[in-house]
Every structure is written in structure tokens, then in C-alpha cells.
């Protein structure tokens, strides 16, 4: 087939102008990534080579070899990989699967540095090159291909790309770097090899250079020793050398690696420019033998919410890759975990359909998912150190790497808090540990750092029940009404204003024996906290208001259920709740607006009798008006907007007038 000249999709070309002109501030991350992208592809003929063994051709060692020409300017990096077809090297690099690149250039932030991370999360390395390249060459068979059914592609990283048949003899790809003059840099051996110890050296593959040794200059004069010489310089000798460890990081005993290295493993799973929070690294033996390395981020990614996307570990089997998101080893709610599980039991050809049935793929999931929650538990524990004096005055000493985790579950939760609760839902052998690591704001503490735990040991005597309020935000509830008799009587509330949590607390009911209450759900019972008075004169005045309850009953029968007077307000007139086992007004919005079936239920509005307002109804020629705008203002005191916003608007105007 003769030379043709395609144009890149839109996206791509919008890329590749930011990359050339904007993203200079960390230049080495592009050999990180082509370094990675041949590691996989000798993975993946590593996989496919299962069945078929035919492929590795005359050549089963795999290898990554890095050369430069300082006369060309250019500089290869070679794999003896899977290689492309024509049609693979036109989808591969001309394109961009889904919406990765609109994605990419939604979340750049005007920091070239932080940009320039952003490259590897988004699937699109390859187009790194360009970075110090004003032209990209690539040459590529796939294995099993005939040698004259290699391909050529050109781009100079501008619109259009050129693609040729050509004869290569050797499978897998070649990527030439025309360097840039301000890229000149990497035309040197040692300067290589730093970056690529930096990024790659746990890569399990052999990274080759060709070796060098100093060869003096000629002789200005040959037939005068003292005559001075040309300059010298590094020649290369022919022979290839290995320049990374070539051995996965996993596989090597804890005490060869250094904190470091494991933080440089991370960032190169990950592609994330951040060091990770915390890591544990682990060989698990019994019935099941596998290797774990699994790391918590310090950051969310920006697709954390994106349920459609791929999440989970890399899988290893006997050292061999098997696949990059193997979600059946790692519960959904843990989906934020990076890592590598290398199994010594399941078989080379194992399917992401055989991983959900397998009773491995079930022991490898359980013990990693423990093993997650007691690094949380770790980090929980040590979250808020308290040094005690003893008695005589000296003050425990801090351990140094206790020291080192304080504050950190509290970022975690920060970024991750949310994601965590929904194992209350999925995880139900796990329920009481991850209750333990729940934290949320109170009405004692804005911050969000109270677990249930530290709110039972400072309920008050009589005390029966945690209570807790959910709501859009921690303002609103603040603020609710329905806190008012809890503020007043100085009970504590926990404050929740996660999406998740009034779904999650559906799968939590008690903690350590202690029931859960909504201060929005049923009549308000503190029980022994409230004293016999209080009942007395709540009883009396319930019944001295009957006749206005069945009036505001009739008037708002098409918006209540019920309306009864309430103990729970103190200075508020009136508030919405719903019945014990009815879904909250909250969590029906919530359901509309994400365009769910919400079933259709009325709320029970509660009206504190001793307010002026409330007891302006009695005998108001203005009932039925005052009547809809106290239901009215009691559903915007929760977040709620009422049904007819113009027709309350005007009901309030009138009474003004």
C-alpha cells in the first residue's frame, strides 16, 4: 500500500497543541511513559502467546532497548512487544478512545507542572513524545504478521499524521524521537539512565543501553606524544548493558526497598505525581498463595464517581500480566486502592468472567479487602496522638513513625470518606469495622472527625440512642429547626451531608448495641432525658390545640400526612419529618433530580404551639393562607423548595400589605 496522509481526530490534535506548546515543566515524564507503554505491549504478547505460542517467533526473550544518535538528534526506544498492525498504529495513535482527551482538557488547571501529570491518567502517553520531539516516528509488525506487513507513521504533532507499509523484520515497535534543541539533553547516557532508574527501574523487563567507555583523542601530531590530543569522549562499544533491576518491585523481600522506591512504584501504576498515604506490602500463605501490594492514594482522581469506569488492581499471575482493572479482586467501595496481586494459584488463562466464580479470586478478595481496613485502622489509630504526662510530669514519648500518620486518616476521609460508606451497603461482613471508621461533623465540632465511638463515650447519662441529622449541607444542618430541643437540652447530633449517607445508614441500625435515631424521622422521644414536666405540659397543650390541628389537618391535606404538635421545636414554629420507616424529603430529592422513580410521600408537619405564629392561627381570618406558608417555610428551612413558589410568594405579600 503507497504512503497516505490521515488527519487526527479533533480531540488528539487539540492535545497534541498543548503538549508542544504548554507542558514543559517536568520534560522527563515522556520517557516514563513510552518506557511503560513497551512494557506492556511485551505483556501483552506475553498473554496472547498462551495460546498461541507461534507468536514469540524466533525471539522469546522480551526486552526494552533505548539508543540515541547525537549527529540525528534522535532517540529510539525499542520493544520486541506485541507490535501494531497498520490499522492498530491508525486507531492507536490517531485516535482517542471515548471522551478521555475532553476529559483531560477539562481538568487542566493552568499549572504546567500539575498538567503535565495529568498526561498518563488519561490513557493518551504516547502523545508525551512530543514534548521534547517536533516529529514522531513510529515503526511497528505485529507479532504474527508477515515481514513486509510492517508499518511506518509520521507526524510532526501538528494536524495530520503519515502512514506507509514497510518490511520490518523484527516484531514489535520502534518510537524515533526527533528531539527538539532544548531537548538535547537526553542524547546522553548517563542522563538516560537517571530518569529511567528514577521512573522504570522496577519495570520486570530488561531496559537495555549499548554500553560506553572514554576514548582519548588523536594526537594533535602522531609523531609528537607531548604534542597534545583532539578532544576525547564516550564511544560506544557494541555490547548492552541492563540498566533497571528487572525484577518486579513486589517480588523483592521488604527489607530491599526503600520507602522511595515503593513511592516511585506507586506514581508509575498510578500516574499520579503524588507520593501514596500509606502502602502495605505482604505474602499471603495457606490455602491460597499470592503477593499483595496495595497502596491508598492521598489524592481522589478526578473520575472517582464515574461508575462506568474500570477500577481495581493489576493482576499478576506467576509474574506473568494478566490485566490492569481486576475488579473482582478489590469491593467496589475500595475502588480508589492502586496496587499489584501476583497469584501463585490461578491459571495463565484466566478470564475476567472466571475471576467473578473463582473461590481464589474470593480468598484474594477477602484478605485484600482486610487488608485495606486495618491499614485504615492503622492510620485511625494514630490519626490524633494525645501525649499523656504521667505522674511525674514526663511526657510519653511520640514513636517517630507514629508521629508520621498523624492527621493522615483525616485527609484520607477527607477524599475518600464518602466512597467508604457505601461498603455499609456492599460489604456486609465488613459492616461493624467500617462503622468504627466513620467520621462526620457534629454539633460540638464542625470538623469532620467524630466516629461513633467517640460520640458514645460523651452521651449523656439516660442517654438511649445516637442521633443524627442528614441534609444538603452542614449550613443547613446547622441550622435545622429539628435540632432546636438537642441544642437546648445540650444532646449531641451528628451531622451528615454525604449524598451517601442517608442510603448507607439504611444498612447500619445500631452501633455497639447503641440504636441509631434520625432527629427528622418519627415523634421525638428522648426518653429519660426529658422529665415529667416537660411531658405534662407537652400532653396539655396538645390538647388545648385540637381544634386547630384538625383545621391545619383539612387545610393541608393535600401536602401533609399528619400535623401534630412537637417537642422538638424551641424558637422554630413548625418542621417537616416523615414517619419511622418513610423515606426522607432529602434523599426523594435527591433521587428526582438524578432522574429516579421517588415513591410519592407526604410529610408530617410538627407545629410548636407556644410560637406567636402558630398561635396567631386560632380565630386568623387569614388561616388558610398562614396555614400553607408555615408548611411552606418549614420545607425551606430543610432545603426544600415549596411546590407553587410563586403562590407563597404571594400568600406572604398579602400578609405584608
Not at 500516574?271 to 481522589?300: C, F, M, S
Not at 482522581?301 to 490492569?324: C, E, H, Q, S, T
Not at 435545622?480 to 430541643?485: G, I, K
Amino acid at each position: 500500500m503507497s504512503k497516505q496522509t490521515l488527519s487526527f481526530q479533533a480531540e488528539v490534535a487539540q492535545l497534541l497543541h498543548l503538549v508542544t506548546h504548554s507542558l514543559y515543566s517536568n520534560q522527563e515524564i515522556f520517557l516514563r511513559e513510552l518506557i511503560s507503554n513497551a512494557s506492556d505491549a511485551c505483556d501483552k504478547l506475553r498473554f496472547e502467546a498462551l495460546d498461541k505460542p507461534a507468536l514469540y517467533e524466533d525471539a522469546p526473550n522480551l526486552e526494552v532497548r533505548v539508543t540515541f544518535d547525537k549527529a540525528a538528534k534522535t532517540l529510539t526506544i525499542t520493544d520486541n512487544g506485541i507490535g501494531m498492525s497498520q490499522q492498530e498504529a491508525i486507531d492507536h495513535l490517531g485516535t482517542i478512545a471515548k471522551s478521555g482527551t475532553k476529559d483531560f482538557m477539562g481538568k487542566l488547571s493552568g499549572d504546567q507542572k500539575q498538567d503535565a501529570q495529568l498526561i498518563g491518567q488519561f490513557g493518551v502517553g504516547f502523545y508525551s513524545g512530543f514534548i521534547v520531539a517536533d516529529k514522531i516516528t513510529v515503526e511497528s509488525r505485529r507479532a504474527g504478521l508477515k515481514a513486509d506487513e510492517g508499518v511506518r507513521w509520521i507526524s510532526g504533532g501538528t494536524g495530520d499524521f503519515e502512514v506507509e507499509t514497510i518490511t520490518r523484520a523484527q516484531r514489535g515497535t520502534s518510537i524515533i524521537l526527533h528531539l527538539r534543541d532544548d531537548a538535547e539533553e537526553y542524547l546522553n547516557a548517563w542522563k538516560l539512565k537517571q530518569v529511567i532508574a528514577k521512573y522504570s527501574d522496577h519495570i520486570s523487563l530488561p531496559i537495555l543501553m549499548e554500553k560506553e567507555e572514554w576514548k582519548d583523542g588523536e594526537l594533535i601530531n602522531p609523531s609528537d606524544e607531548n604534542g597534545g590530543r583532539q578532544p576525547g569522549g564516550m564511544v560506544k562499544t557494541g555490547e548492552w548493558e541492563t540498566i533497571n533491576k528487572a525484577s518486579a518491585l513486589w517480588t523483592r523481600p521488604k527489607k530491599d526497598i526503600t520507602e522511595e522506591q515503593y513511592a516511585d512504584f506507586y506514581k508509575t501504576i498510578s500516574h499520579d505525581h503524588e507520593a501514596p498515604l500509606t502502602w502495605a506490602h505482604n505474602r499471603v500463605e495457606g490455602n491460597t498463595e499470592y503477593t499483595q501490594l496495595l497502596y491508598i492514594p492521598a489524592k481522589a482522581p478526578f473520575d472517582l464517581w464515574n461508575r462506568d469506569k474500570k477500577a481495581g488492581v493489576k493482576l499478576y499471575v506467576k509474574r506473568v500480566f494478566i490485566m490492569d482493572d481486576a475488579e473482582a479482586l478489590m469491593p467496589t467501595y475500595l475502588r480508589f486502592v492502586k496496587g499489584v496481586i501476583d497469584s501463585a494459584d490461578l491459571p495463565l488463562n484466566v478470564s475476567r468472567e472466571l475471576l467473578q466464580e473463582s473461590r481464589d479470586v474470593r480468598s484474594i478478595r477477602e484478605g485484600s479487602t482486610k487488608r485495606v481496613l486495618s491499614m485504615l485502622e492503622d492510620l485511625a489509630k494514630h490519626d490524633k496522638h494525645d501525649a499523656s504526662a504521667g505522674a511525674d510530669g514526663v511526657t510519653d514519648v511520640v514513636d517517630a513513625d507514629d508521629k508520621a500518620k498523624e492527621g493522615k486518616y483525616t485527609a484520607f476521609y477527607a477524599e475518600f470518606g464518602a466512597v467508604l460508606k457505601e461498603g455499609l451497603g456492599e460489604d456486609f461482613g465488613n459492616r461493624e469495622r467500617l462503622a468504627k471508621l466513620l467520621r462526620f461533623a457534629s454539633t460540638t465540632s464542625d470538623a469532620v472527625t467524630v466516629g461513633f465511638a467517640d460520640y458514645k463515650a460523651r452521651m449523656k447519662e439516660g442517654q438511649e440512642a445516637i442521633y443524627y441529622i442528614t441534609a444538603d449541607t452542614l449550613a443547613a444542618a446547622k441550622n435545622s429547626p429539628q435540632l432546636e430541643v438537642f441544642k437546648k437540652k445540650g444532646i449531641e447530633v451528628l451531622l451528615m451531608t454525604d449524598r451517601v449517607d442517608e442510603w448507607a445508614l439504611n444498612y447500619l441500625h445500631e452501633f455497639d448495641g447503641t440504636p441509631l435515631q434520625s432527629v427528622a424521622k418519627g415523634a421525638v422521644d428522648l426518653g429519660k432525658l426529658q422529665d415529667e414536666a416537660e411531658k405534662k405540659a407537652a400532653e396539655e397543650a396538645a390538647e388545648a390545640f385540637k381544634p386547630v390541628l384538625a383545621k391545619l389537618k383539612e387545610a393541608l391535606k393535600d401536602k401533609a400526612e399528619d400535623v401534630r404538635v412537637t417537642t422538638r421545636l424551641v424558637d422554630s414554629p413548625a418542621c417537616l419529618v416523615v414517619q419511622d420507616d418513610g423515606m426522607s424529603t432529602q434523599l426523594a430529592r435527591m433521587l428526582k433530580q438524578a432522574g429516579q422513580q421517588a415513591p410519592e410521600t407526604k410529610p408530617v408537619l410538627e407545629v410548636n404551639a407556644e410560637h406567636a405564629l402558630v398561635k396567631k392561627l386560632d380565630g386568623s381570618v387569614h388561616f388558610h393562607d398562614l396555614a400553607h406558608i408555615l408548611f411552606d417555610q418549614a420545607l425551606l428551612a430543610e432545603g426544600g423548595l415549596p411546590e407553587d413558589p410563586a403562590a407563597y410568594v404571594k400568600r406572604v405579600n398579602a400578609l405584608l400589605a
